[in-house]
Each structure stands twice: as structure tokens, then as C-alpha cells.
């Protein structure tokens, strides 16, 4: 994996880039990966390795490369290739027999095809000048935007890429019909002093190369592991009765999602049980004209026109169908739908009774504010009766009534009532 055999590891046996040691669990670091499984198994005795590599560039980009040194690379080393001119720096992302079957997917043989070879494993020079290549390619971007506005071309140039050497860039653009950039290649050239190659692609290897967050919340499909691309139609939408909203059914390319395909041979194979929507159901009453489907509950809808005694919608399962549709090619014709009826089992909810009252929100208010006001009442009886001027009050209002039995007794009467019981 890309954690195992990563080329810029430290020697904390920690790479430099995501810093995880191997437990990020995206299956390497590498954009667009194959998962070798063939890697840890060995070859039978008198075959060689097969001497073609797999090598990525910037944004997913790959190529094939043969391998005439005797050197043998591993997934994530860095190499230095042969280009047109000069040369370019890769990462290794396939080797072994696996490359074969890459090779045949996208239908590249090594008899019929040169190949370009690999020079050598790069060096901490060629990394250098990488690096400060691949610093020019923000603002070089920006700076061809500029010009092509000004030559009024309806082009957009969406990525850079220069070689490792610096002596090429290629520029990706996407436009709606073809474009004369003859003289853009002259002012780019004159402007950046390297050699211009300029590529068109589609909307969705722009917003494959490009990258981002899909609606789902993942990164997108055509970023991490979608290779080919397949042409998606709004039927595709309509066998999985999704509603044709192009602002959700499009992605961020403009183009309808790729994941529309993903499902839809399960659905078409589901489909297979139902019979055709322009099969009517002959009845007594009339004919009856099929309205929508539940495919996960195999129910289907039926309406019954207002002119022949209906008017109205009748719900049947996917075996009532097939009974109804039996009994007409037979030459036979029911009286009307209401025997065929799918009636849905209810569900039975669960009674109880609200006895304490706990599902009343406010339920504690009343509580919490009479026990407050209690308590705040007592504690100001309690201030009011220990402060001197209410003792003073006390002390009047019981000589004015000429009774000293609601009088309290003062402290040092308690002493000499004490007192006077140990004498006694």
C-alpha cells in the first residue's frame, strides 16, 4: 500500500504527507489506486516480472512505462520517465501482473505500442526542480485565464500541469465546440518561455481531476476509483422513480450523477416480475388503467375512468395483477376490482394511560414555583423576627393586652430558673 512503501517516510517510519502509519483505512494515498492482491504471492519458478509499470502524475493522470534497468521499483517509489521532450517524475501506483490486466482494460499492448522507458529512480536534484515547477502552475493558471478573456475565447482553463524538467506545460480546458487557441499558444509562449500543449476534456474528467464533496458527503466518485465513464440518461431516473430534478439529479460537473447507474440493473431486473404499464385490467366495469408502482412492496395502482362506473383509485398486489391478467386472456372479465383489493395490515399501537402525568411538558412549573415561594416566605418571617425592632413590638403589644403568655422568657431568666431548681 501507499503507507508501506511510501517514498517520502521518515525514519520514524511515519510518511511525511498524511501522517497517519497506515490506519487512515482509504486503501493508500494514492489517487485513482488499484489494490494489489497479487503483491505478497510469488511468482512460479522461470517467470521474470513483468517489466512494464504503472506510474501516476499529477491528478490521477497515468501512464505505462517499461522497465529496462535492472532495478526493481515498488509501489510509491519516485521515478524519473522519459517525455517529449526531456523527461517527467512519477510515482509508481501498479506492478506485476496486475498491469496486464490494466493494460487490456484500456486496450494498450506492449507488442503493438512503443512504450516509453524509465530512466532512473529520481534524485534529490530532480526532485528540486519538481517542486519549483510545480510552483509555477497556480499563478501560470490565472495568468492564461487572463489572456483568453482578452482574446475572447470561449474556453475554460480549469487545470496546469508542468513537467518535472520545466521545459513543458500541458493546460486543460473544457469548452462547449472547438476553439482556435493558436494564438493563445503564441502569447503563453512568450509569456512562460516553456513549450504549450493544450488538451481538451469533458465536464466530468474536469470535476474528476479537480476533485470535491459530492451530495452524498463522500469525495467524488470520478476522483478517488471511477476510471470509465458511462453515458447516464434521465430513464435510468424514471426505472428508479426518482423525481427528474435536474439541481438534485446533477453533480458538479452539470452532467446527471454517474451513481445513477450504480443500482440500475438491480431495478431493471426487479422489473422483469411486473407486466407492462400499457396492460389494462378488463372488468365488467370498465377497463382499468395502471398509475404507479411500488417496486419494494410489490403493489401497483390502478384507476378506473369516471364514464364506466369508476372513478377511482384501487390498490392491488403484484399476484392479484397477474390473477386479473390471467383471467382476461382466458376471455374471462370480473364483475369488478373490490374482491382483488390489497388491504394493508393495521398496526397496532401500543395503549397506555397518562396516569402521573409525564407526558405533560410543564409539569414541574407549578411545583418548582410554589416550593420557591414558600421557602422565601419563611425566610423572611424568620429575618422579621430576629431584627431588634421586632422585638421591641412584641415586647409592647403584650403589655398592652396585660397577658405575658405569648411573652418569650429573655436569657437571663432561663439562668435563673435553672438556678433556683439545683437549689431546690
Known amino acids: 500500500m501507499g503507507c508501506a512503501s511510501c517514498a517520502n517516510k521518515n525514519s520514524g517510519s511515519t510518511p511525511k504527507g498524511c501522517k497517519n502509519n497506515g490506519t487512515c483505512a482509504t486503501g493508500g494515498c494514492d489517487k485513482l489506486e488499484v489494490f494489489d492482491w497479487l503483491s505478497n504471492m510469488d511468482l512460479p519458478e522461470g517467470i521474470g516480472h513483468f517489466d512494464v509499470l504503472e506510474i501516476r502524475f499529477k491528478n490521477g493522470r ?7 534497468t535492472k532495478v526493481y521499483f515498488q509501489a510509491g517509489d519516485t521515478v524519473a520517465v522519459m517525455a517529449s521532450p526531456g523527461y517527467d517524475v512519477g ?9 496486464k490486466v490494466q493494460m487490456s482494460r484500456k486496450k494498450i499492448t506492449a507488442k503493438n505500442h512503443e ?4 530512466i532512473r529512480l529520481a534524485t534529490h536534484e530532480d526532485l528540486d ?9 497556480y499563478e501560470s493558471m490565472h495568468e492564461a485565464r487572463k489572456m483568453a478573456i482578452q482574446l475572447k475565447l470561449e474556453m475554460k482553463i480549469s487545470d496546469v500541469e508542468f513537467q518535472a524538467d520545466n521545459t513543458k506545460a500541458i493546460f486543460y480546458y473544457t ?4 476553439v482556435d487557441f493558436r494564438e493563445l499558444i503564441k502569447v503563453m509562449a512568450d509569456k512562460f518561455r516553456i513549450r504549450i500543449e493544450m488538451r481538451q476534456i469533458g465536464a466530468r474528467q474536469e470535476s474528476g481531476r479537480l476533485g470535491g464533496i459530492g451530495s452524498c458527503g463522500r469525495e467524488l466518485c470520478c476522483a478517488t476509483w471511477l476510471t470509465d465513464f458511462r453515458s447516464v440518461s434521465t430513464s435510468s431516473a424514471r426505472y428508479q422513480q426518482l423525481s427528474l430534478n435536474p439541481q438534485k439529479l446533477a453533480g458538479q460537473c452539470g452532467k446527471l450523477k454517474c451513481c445513477l447507474n450504480y443500482e440500475l440493473d438491480m431495478y431493471l431486473e426487479a422489473y422483469k416480475d411486473f407486466p407492462s404499464a400499457n396492460t389494462k385490467l378488463e372488468t365488467k366495469e370498465g377497463a ?6 411500488d417496486l419494494f412492496k410489490k403493489q401497483m395502482w390502478y384507476w378506473l375512468s369516471e364514464d364506466r362506473g369508476g372513478g377511482k383509485l384501487v390498490q392491488l398486489h403484484l399476484d392479484r395483477v397477474k390473477e386479473i391478467i390471467a383471467l382476461n386472456k382466458s376471455g374471462k372479465k370480473p364483475q369488478n376490482l373490490d374482491k382483488f383489493i390489497h388491504f394493508e395490515p393495521e398496526i397496532m399501537e401500543p395503549q397506555y394511560e397518562n396516569v402521573v402525568g409525564q407526558d405533560e411538558l410543564t409539569r ?4 418548582f414555583n410554589k416550593s420557591k415561594g414558600k421557602k ?17 413590638k412584641n415586647l409592647i403589644t403584650s403589655k398592652r393586652k396585660g397577658t405575658n403568655s405569648n411573652q418569650k422568657s429573655s436569657p437571663e431568666q432561663k439562668t435563673n430558673a435553672k438556678r433556683q431548681k439545683k437549689n431546690k
Open 175 to 178: 469548452a462547449s465546440g472547438r
Open 115 to 118: 512504450l516509453p522507458q524509465i
Open 91 to 99: 510515482v509508481v501506483t501498479l506492478t506485476g501482473e496486475l498491469v
Open 288 to 293: 382499468a388503467v395502471h398509475q404507479k408502482t
Open 364 to 367: 414541574f412549573d407549578g411545583k
Open 376 to 392: 422565601r416566605g419563611n425566610k423572611n418571617k424568620r429575618r422579621k423576627s430576629n431584627s431588634p425592632n421586632s422585638n421591641k
Open 62 to 68: 497515468k501512464s505505462f512505462y517499461r522497465n529496462l
Open 129 to 137: 526542480k519538481w517542486k519549483k515547477a510545480r510552483a509555477r502552475e
